[in-house]
């Protein structure tokens, strides 16, 4: 029996490594604060997070904590991203749009439970990373635009929830008119530079109920120039 080369073994090696910190991540970070959906925290365990940072931030990947990303943009800590996941109530069969593509982490965890994701990035070189990254790792269920998520991406819409991974000042009204009757937007909303509270938008017999999900904070919401 030949043995296997060294490469490969330091491959599994690796691989078992960042197996075994996702397992931990899930843990100690994310069912440790209360996040109980078992499609959450299965797609959780099986995204490879470090994939889709830069190789200068592998080594922190699964740290409870943002990241840079590079373009002045972070990827959210792990427990952020399960959170506004949970909080959609996803399921197989449902159609998502995700404001803020970034490095394509939130859009992989919910490639993972529902039916077709739709992600929009303002930042050209960020957007087409994601793009590459995401497609390199089998995800043929994440269609990705460059543009400004102000205006949704209205072609594929209505949609089941909406995620937006960036403070806005205030609802694009773009989206609520992209969100199906049930569905749900989760963003945060507040000032630049400053703490922000996440919103969760729930579209009931064509009204919007609004409520207060606490104190977050994200990077700004970026707009082309008008």
Same mark, same amino acid.
């Given at each position: 029996?030949?043995?296997?080369?060294?490469?490969?073994?330091?491959?599994?090696?690796?691989?078992?490594?960042?197996?075994?910190?996702?397992?931990?991540?899930?843990?100690?970070?994310?069912?440790?604060?209360?996040?109980? *959906?078992?499609?959450?925290? *299965?797609?959780?365990?099986?995204?490879?997070?470090?994939?889709?940072?830069?190789?200068?931030?592998?080594?922190?990947?699964?740290?409870?904590?943002?990241?840079?990303?590079?373009?002045?943009?972070?990827?959210?800590?792990?427990?952020?991203?399960?959170?506004?996941?949970?909080?959609?109530?996803?399921?197989?069969?449902?159609?998502?749009?995700?404001?803020?593509?970034?490095?394509?982490?939130?859009?992989?965890?919910?490639?993972?439970?529902?039916?077709?994701?739709?992600?929009?990035?303002?930042?050209?070189?960020?957007?087409?990373?994601?793009?590459?990254?995401?497609?390199?790792?089998?995800?043929?269920?994440?269609?990705?635009?460059?543009?400004?998520?102000?205006?949704?991406?209205?072609?594929?819409?209505?949609?089941?929830?909406?995620?937006?991974?960036?403070?806005?000042?205030?609802?694009?009204?773009?989206?609520?008119?992209?969100?199906?009757?049930?569905?749900?937007?989760?963003?945060?909303?507040?000032?630049?530079?400053?703490?922000?509270?996440?919103?969760?938008?729930?579209?009931?017999?064509?009204?919007?109920?609004?409520?207060?999900?606490?104190?977050?904070?994200?990077?700004?919401?970026?707009?082309?120039?008008?």
């Amino acid at each position: 029996m030949k043995s296997l080369p060294i490469i490969l073994i330091l491959l599994l090696f690796q691989n078992n490594q960042y197996k075994e910190a996702r397992e931990k991540m899930v843990k100690t970070q994310i069912v440790s604060r209360g996040i109980t *959906d078992p499609l959450v925290l *299965d797609a959780m365990r099986k995204v490879e997070r470090h994939l889709l940072v830069p190789n200068s931030q592998r080594g922190n990947a699964y740290a409870d904590r943002p990241l840079p990303i590079g373009d002045g943009q972070t990827i959210s800590q792990p427990y952020i991203v399960a959170y506004m996941t949970e909080l959609i109530q996803p399921k197989k069969g449902m159609k998502v749009l995700e404001i803020g593509t970034g490095s394509g982490y939130q859009a992989a965890v919910l490639a993972e439970i529902v039916e077709e994701v739709y992600t929009v990035e303002i930042v050209e070189p960020l957007g087409k990373r994601a793009e590459k990254d995401l497609k390199g790792m089998g995800y043929e269920n994440i269609h990705v635009k460059i543009g400004d998520g102000y205006q949704g991406w209205p072609e594929n819409g209505p949609y089941d929830a909406i995620l937006v991974t960036a403070a806005a000042e205030e609802v694009p009204s773009p989206l609520v008119d992209q969100l199906k009757e049930g569905g749900r937007i989760i963003i945060p909303i507040g000032p630049r530079g400053k703490t922000q509270e996440l919103i969760r938008l729930e579209k009931r017999k064509g009204k919007i109920r609004e409520t207060n999900l606490g104190a977050v904070r994200f990077v700004p919401f970026t707009r082309d120039s008008l």
